[in-house]
């Protein structure tokens, strides 16, 4: 029932573990995102997929490696974790370039 | 330089009166919209209100209305009859048209907005 939904909710893990965040839409939507929010609260955006193809990638670190099996799916795996990696990760999808905007739950990654 | 500009880092009103939180954006392209989000201590982001730069009326939805003045590149939201479930961090985020297949939203900096008895 869920429209966007992402897992998991809460992922803590140790530095230099590598780590997957899962996400998937029902919306029909064709393209979906990845931002961050830190501990400021800010939002930025990570990546974009489009039908399954890579549309911004936003200068983010190799460490992190977006992956969309199809274009209802949109993984987030990240290699190497650091500390500064602590942050809430949101998916989300919209239809094409007007549509409006369906945010996940968000996955609180804490490294220690 | 700022593309969402978000000046009130904190905000209080009291039950039931009406509230207004500040945006204001820069663009260049003449095609954008303009969108709030809420975020309650939970961590979701809940949609509020948009605004498309060609709209001629303002937005309104129920409580939420968004006062959009495109010379002076602003669109506040108002919120009426202010409700303790209000209490959240608001934001205020653009998408511009030209930005290819995929239109990013840019968000600003948050305002939390504390609603009192």
Known sequence: DTAVSQTPKYLVTQMGNDKSIKCEQNLGHDTMYWYKQDSKKFLKIMFSYNNKELIINETVPNRFSPKSPDKAHLNLHINSLELGDSAVYFCASSRGRAGGYTFGSGTRLTVV | ?117
Do not use: H
């Open chain 2, 1 to 117: 330089a700022q593309k969402i500009t978000q000046t009130q880092p904190g905000m209080f009103v009291q039950e039931k009166e009406a509230v207004t939180l500040d945006c204001t954006y820069d663009t260049s392209d003449p095609s954008y919209g303009l969108f709030w989000y809420k975020q309650p201590s939970s961590g979701e982001m809940i949609f509020l209100i948009y605004q498309g730069s060609y709209d001629q009326q303002n937005a309104t939805e129920g409580r939420y209305s968004l006062n959009f003045q495109k010379a002076r590149k602003s669109a506040n939201l108002v919120i009426s009859a202010s409700q303790l479930g209000d209490s959240a961090m608001y934001f205020c985020a653009m998408r511009e048209a030209n930005t290819g297949t995929a239109s990013k939203l840019t968000f600003g900096t948050g305002t939390r907005l504390q609603v009192t008895l």
